[in-house]
């Protein structure tokens, strides 16, 4: 039997080489016998003993030579050349729910022309259904959280909109009524929310910091890039409205970390100019970006070489982010540590996100979605709050988002960490939730590329950084 290079993707950290393995999403730091051996194989296939043979030519021991092969071979770095299929593991009928995402409205104040709700290529049909959730329905989603989390000892109520803070009466008896249900329980209890910062008030500022709840602000960067499209009715911008809310906000709350989170368009695509700005002008603790979901000939939309850019932006600010990581200090930029925790935990995704198997969203109306990006779409609908998930629904559109199914996936080294991108951007793009993100596929495994590379060199240099991520997995 001749052996072959298995399925694995090579890269360097600081002076040290790895390889993300792609079978199991793992991470192996290579010695010099196991980089010779590799290196043996990638013009030719060799059997082991030829392969052995060659490696004591060069100077190993025929006993080290023997072990370097033996172990690549179990790690799946080698190969007998049969290619193997793609298949993940099987989800169980069950899955308790860990959160739930309660949109509790589904109106705005503003007007942001590329909103997924509301914009050119919503998905959403609201009509004829409720604008804001009462409370039969808030209480009957959090008793079925409650219901449903079954054995797990932790627990998690996001609330979203259409924007959030327009309906925080309910917010305010959602958090006091499951916080005493969870002290019953035994079970800890956390809570966030998403909010343009439009509506924040000192009172509605101190209850949240008072209860501990998580605030991430929907804001794009700089007043010229937030005023682009996260605009009012009347076509005014909304930077001046927001930014001594946000300064008061991250002033008086200190309890939770408080987050801005940007949507890049044709508008707003300064990664260094925008994250600068916040991070350091307006004093938020993380900064996260995503690209705007929408169809390829929206005014709003980036484009491959605004995406090009992007990723340039992207890099140079991550290697800014290894320069704090090696000194031990806090960075901020979300989208690196995001992904230095999945790497770090050994992620292998078979779907993903947790869309549908340990959250959900609950649109005002009661309906339950995946995600809250499909909350009040009919198409959409996996069951409703008083009958609970409907099995056969939440089944079809989990297998439909599988791995398993996204073909062109399979050959790619990046798919344990994105298994074919977000659900919602593969409908609003494709008309299909389960197909793969092609668009993306360049970028993802550049992005992909660049934080293994960084998280080689911490694990070369500062390894005990890293340790910040598996308390992250466990808190």
């Not at 062109?408 to 299909?432: K, M, N």
């Amino acid at each position: 039997m001749n052996l072959s290079l298995g399925e694995f993707h090579r890269f360097r950290g600081g002076d040290e080489s790895f390889l993300y393995m792609v079978g199991s999403g793992g991470i192996v730091a290579l010695d010099g016998i196991s980089d010779a051996a590799l290196r043996k194989l990638e013009s030719v296939s060799l059997s082991a003993d030829d392969l052995v043979d060659e490696l004591v030519r060069e100077g190993h021991s025929k006993e080290e030579a023997r072990g370097s092969v033996r172990e690549l071979w179990q790690l799946g770095a080698l190969s007998d050349g049969m290619k193997k299929p793609v298949v993940s593991q099987p989800l169980p009928e069950e899955f308790p729910l860990q959160s739930i995402v309660l949109n509790i409205t589904n109106q705005c104040n503003l007007s942001c022309s590329y909103c997924y709700e509301f914009g050119e290529d919503k998905i959403a049909t609201p009509d004829g259904k409720p604008k804001f959730m009462g409370w039969d329905t808030a209480k009957t989603s959090i008793d079925y959280l409650f219901e449903s989390a079954k054995s797990r000892d932790a627990i998690h109520i996001t609330f979203f909109g259409g924007e959030t803070l327009m309906n925080f009466p309910l917010l305010q008896k959602v958090v006091e009524y499951a916080r005493g249900q969870a002290a019953e329980r035994g079970i800890r209890i956390g809570f966030s929310l998403t909010t343009n910062a439009t509506l924040l008030t000192t009172k509605i500022i101190d209850f949240l910091a008072d209860n501990e709840v998580g605030v991430t602000v929907s804001i794009d960067g700089p007043q010229e890039m937030q005023d682009k499209f996260r605009i009012f009715s009347n076509g005014k911008g909304s930077y001046d409205v927001i930014k001594p809310k946000i300064q008061e906000l991250i002033a008086r709350h200190k309890t939770r970390p408080i987050a801005a989170r940007v949507t890049l368009t044709s508008g707003a695509n300064d990664v260094l100019k925008i994250y600068n700005h916040l991070k350091h002008e307006l004093n938020f603790h993380e900064v996260a970006f995503a690209p705007v979901t929408t169809s390829p000939d929206r005014l709003y939309a980036i484009g491959e070489p605004g995406m090009d850019k992007v990723l340039e932006q992207f890099t140079e600010l991550a290697k800014d982010y290894l320069k704090s990581a090696l000194r031990g200090e806090h960075h901020g930029f979300s989208n690196v540590s995001d992904t230095l925790a999945e790497l770090h935990q050994g992620v292998n995704k078979s779907l993903p996100c947790g869309a549908g198997l340990g959250m959900v969203g609950v649109g005002p109306s009661g309906d339950i979605a995946p995600c809250h990006r499909f909350v009040d779409s009919d198409e959409h609908v996996i069951g409703h709050i008083d009958t609970g998930i409907d099995i056969e629904k939440r089944s079809e559109f989990l297998k439909k988002g599988s791995i398993d199914g996204k073909y062109d996936c399979h050959s790619c080294f990046a798919r344990p960490l994105c298994a074919g991108g977000c659900h919602h951007e593969a409908f609003v793009r494709y008309g299909d939730s389960g197909h793969a993100n092609l668009h993306y596929c360049d970028w993802i495994r550049g992005w992909t590329h660049t934080c293994l590379g960084i998280y080689g060199a911490i694990a070369a240099e500062n390894p005990t950084f890293l340790e910040h991520f598996s308390e992250r997995k466990a808190s």
